[in-house]
Nanobody, 129 residues
Framework: QVQLVESGGDSVQAGGSLRLACSVS??????LGWFRQAPGNEREAVAA???????TYTNSVKGRFTISQDNAKSTLHLQMNSLKSEDTAVYYC?????????????????????????WGQGTQVTVSS
């Protein structure tokens, strides 16, 4: 089993920064991602990182957000800088767990939510202009 628990959501002014954390427990986790969902919108991918430390971002956050994990891969972070009102959403941590070894295929279309088989409960981020 995999457990994901997000924290760090808050209300900030536009231009400010927040650092989200996701506590990760479980084995053979090959891909971790951050997703978000604003009211009335579909869930969208934000960023992903695989077991080989490769990262990718959706275009709207490139240069502003950074995804990272600690060396033990027990905590996933999302550093969010230069926040905009359109970043307001519930942010979810998600994981892909494999039966077997992680491989290069895990980084094929890493921002597709259908790849992920475990999800956290979410943390609210509100950015006011």
């Amino acid at each position: 089993q995999v457990q994901l628990v997000e924290s760090g959501g808050d209300s900030v002014q536009a231009g400010g920064s927040l650092r989200l954390a996701c506590s990760v427990s479980g084995s053979t986790i090959c891909l971790l991602g951050w997703f978000r969902q604003a009211p009335g919108n579909e869930r969208e991918a934000v960023a992903a990182i695989d077991s080989f430390w490769r990262t990718t971002y959706t275009n709207s956050v490139k240069g502003r957000f950074t995804i990272s994990q600690d060396n033990a891969k027990s905590t996933l972070h999302l550093q969010m800088n230069s926040l905009k009102s359109e970043d307001t959403a519930v942010y979810y941590c998600a994981a892909v767990r494999r039966i077997g070894n992680c491989n290069n295929n895990d980084f094929v279309r890493p921002l597709e939510s259908s790849k992920y088989n475990y999800w956290g409960q979410g943390t609210q981020v509100t950015v006011s202009s």
